[in-house]
């Protein structure tokens, strides 16, 4: 007879195969050397053909429909049954797609993102066109066989966002972008009045390092149990329990970039650290869902790291490592400038905002192309109309345009909602959290922020993916997803900072 033990002894050999992966894509965008990439390549498809065999045998799915068995299934604990039903889902998702067309996907998103990195050197976006075309043929006929009920953009949404759907985005982003766009346009215009501070200089990478590990200390990043690195691209993973791995840059013409950026992996990484040990190796060891996983990032990088209380207790200790640049830089000169409102061409450039604004339009355009309201020859068009009707800005190329994400030439669609909805999850979380903790802001202004940390660890990371994303937030909060809270957030924060 099928146990869960079953379940966990497979989960734990599936662990240690995806432990490997992580650890060689890790040391891939570290310190491998560029000739090394040929047989990194190799040897982690290798590895990665094998977990997906294991995952998708049939050995696997007769497991999974024994323990979903009315008998089997209703003597199992809460937490069990959580983890039946993730494991039935990924393997209902691994299992889905036919491996011929599995294998064409692979080929052209390898391909259509190899083209994407030339055309946008070249701003050429009829280089990229066809081949984006294709791609995106190949995404829709997955999701008719991922399955879906409404929208087919349910069946992409619901990879990275379990339980979302098209219709459930728009009921969130809809009030939000009525509100977002006249708000942006005020901020931005009262912060061009109150002046530009600029924080460029110089500030060698040694004293950033410091001050990159002064910051993470106080968070309450656990150096036993992970550590930071370089990277072009910073970002985290997880090796395995006690061995997490967050990334920086550093920018010697201005810190702020890399410090904002620590902050965010430091989120991740802490997330990636606050499991429950009990549940290691089984498939509920992990995170709710991207959305989840970046509001944790957004909580440490905005709630804490630009706040007002923060920066009290901080902005000195910055102060005290170039002391040279920042001594005539005032507290809130300097709170303002890491918290300027302006309308941008580029997503990842963007304020907190203007950020959902970048979201909402690609949202919109992906939605669009899938239900083929949109053909990709007037992408472009869409794009550029859209940039200036929510953000009042025309991108003067196809560059900063259209072609700036890599996400699309990859063939992830329905990947970018989860940037917005960590957004607004992070602000649901942290109006909760100030309720639940009534001195907390003052308490960072001392440089205190643990008791912040111990309720996201009691109430968010240790659950880890018990529960889907949308459960965990009612669980959590008393109420959905809803964007009030995010709209409250920031109306209170920048009507403050330009009264
Ligand atoms: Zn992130």
Redesign the pocket.
Known sequence: MTTIEDLKTTYRDLTMLMSALALMGWDQRTYMPDEGANHRAEAFGFIHSDFFKRATSDEVGNMISDLKSPETYGSLSFVEKSMVDKADREYRRAKAIPPELMHRYSVLSTKCEKIWETARKRDDYEMFKPHFKELLSIVKEMTRHYGYEDNPYDALVDNYEPGMTAAKIKAIIYPLRDHLVPLVEDLSRRSKDSGEISMNGHYPANLQKKLFLNVLEVMGFDFSRGRIDETAHPF?TSIGPGDIRISTKYLEHDFTIGLFGTM??C??GMYEMGYDDEHVYTPVYGPASLGI??SQ??MFENHIGRSLPFLTYFYPKIQEIFPRRLSDISLHDFYRAVNTVRPSLIRIDADEVTYNLHIIIRFELEDAMINDRLEVDDLPAAWNEKYKQYLGIEPPSDADGVLQDVHWSSGMIGYFPT?ML?TLYSAQFYAKAMEDLPNLEEKMTDGDIQPLVDWLREKIHKPGAIYKPEELIERVTGSKPDSKYFIDYITRKFSDLYR
């Open positions: 985290t965010h992996e989120g991740h996983h970046e990032s957004l940037y960590g």
